[in-house]
């Protein structure tokens, strides 16, 4: 009998959001494919470091995501969070650590995490611990794998589907790629387009973009496991994103809002 395919799961704290537990659920479906230890990061949440450093870039952004926390999602939303003991399939062992070698956003994973990785894992997919640089990369024989949630020939960077509902996009793209040390740009090895056309709010549009792409993880993996190359190579990429400055805030405030409005009134 041939040897599990071994995959270690990289966390912000021992949560996740409800698509990322579909996502990986489906995955360890797969007989085949074994989660080997996880990895959490202890620098996570509103007190971590990349939150802080964030918070100065955008301090308007990070008031807001503050005062978004006193209305969490909705139970059936899919970014709600959810305990990774809640996932299925999913190993008990467990690593804490903190990020390592940090050159702002960008990190690595310290040297005794990365040789338990190198000596247990096949591949790594990456839920947590933000940017990553360094050995960490090439430490699994497969690589890292990340989601981003945008067409990578569009929109760069995050949040996910906020300026594609700030511009008025009536369509996106969503993709597993191996990671490189360039912002999403890596070898896309799942893709799919998605259609916006009836989204109201940025929380319609959060919806859409996660709820369609929890099959993209096992096709991914599928794709490296078969030998196949990358599913899409874009001849040009799009801008890199960012949180938005307050004006863009303030804008983005007055449309959520008269969409939640225009959502009410139809109902």
């Given at each position: 009998?041939?040897?599990?395919?071994?995959?270690?799961f990289?966390?912000?704290?021992?949560?996740?959001?409800?698509?990322?537990?579909?996502a990986?659920?489906q995955?360890?479906?797969d007989?085949?494919?074994?989660a080997?230890?996880s990895?959490?990061?202890?620098?996570?949440?509103?007190?971590?470091?990349?939150?802080?450093i964030?918070?100065?870039?955008?301090p308007?952004?990070?008031?807001?995501?503050?005062?978004?926390t006193?209305?969490p999602?909705?139970?059936?939303?899919?970014n709600?969070?959810?305990?990774?003991?809640?996932?299925?399939?999913?190993?008990d062992d467990?690593?804490?650590?903190?990020?390592a070698?940090?050159?702002?956003?960008?990190?690595?994973?310290?040297?005794?995490?990365?040789?338990?990785?190198?000596d247990?894992?096949?591949?790594?997919?990456?839920?947590?611990?933000?940017?990553?640089?360094g050995d960490?990369?090439?430490?699994?024989?497969?690589?890292?794998?990340?989601y981003?949630?945008?067409?990578?020939r569009?929109?760069?960077?995050?949040?996910?589907?906020?300026?594609?509902?700030l511009?008025?996009?009536?369509?996106?793209?969503?993709?597993?790629q191996?990671l490189?040390?360039e912002?999403?740009s890596?070898?896309?090895?799942?893709?799919?387009?998605?259609?916006?056309?009836?989204?109201?709010?940025?929380?319609d549009?959060?919806?859409?973009?996660?709820?369609?792409?929890?099959?993209?993880?096992?096709?991914?993996?599928?794709?490296?496991?078969?030998?196949d190359?990358?599913?899409?190579?874009?001849?040009?990429?799009?801008a890199v994103?960012?949180?938005p400055?307050?004006?863009?805030?303030?804008?983005?405030?007055?449309?959520?809002?008269?969409g939640?409005?225009?959502?009410?009134?139809?109902?």
């Amino acid at each position: 009998m041939p040897e599990p395919y071994r995959v270690c799961f990289l966390f912000n704290g021992y949560e996740t959001e409800r698509w990322a537990k579909a996502a990986i659920e489906q995955l360890l479906s797969d007989q085949s494919i074994t989660a080997c230890f996880s990895v959490i990061n202890t620098d996570a949440g509103f007190s971590g470091t990349s939150a802080r450093i964030r918070a100065r870039k955008y301090p308007a952004w990070a008031l807001y995501r503050v005062a978004r926390t006193v209305v969490p999602p909705k139970s059936g939303h899919w970014n709600r969070p959810v305990d990774i003991e809640e996932i299925d399939g999913l190993s008990d062992d467990v690593v804490e650590c903190e990020p390592a070698d940090r050159n702002g956003l960008w990190h690595d994973l310290p040297a005794d995490v990365i040789e338990r990785i190198e000596d247990e894992a096949d591949l790594v997919f990456r839920n947590g611990f933000d940017l990553l640089q360094g050995d960490v990369l090439e430490a699994a024989a497969d690589g890292v794998l990340s989601y981003h949630h945008g067409d990578p020939r569009r929109y760069r960077g995050g949040p996910a589907g906020f300026w594609e509902f700030l511009e008025g996009a009536t369509s996106s793209g969503l993709m597993v790629q191996r990671l490189t040390p360039e912002l999403d740009s890596g070898e896309i090895l799942a893709y799919r387009d998605v259609d916006l056309e009836g989204t109201a709010t940025w929380i319609d549009v959060k919806q859409r973009l996660y709820g369609e792409s929890t099959g993209l993880l096992e096709a991914a993996v599928t794709r490296i496991r078969n030998g196949d190359g990358p599913v899409l190579r874009p001849e040009e990429k799009g801008a890199v994103y960012t949180p938005p400055k307050p004006r863009e805030l303030l804008r983005y405030l007055w449309m959520e809002s008269r969409g939640l409005w225009n959502s009410h009134r139809s109902t």
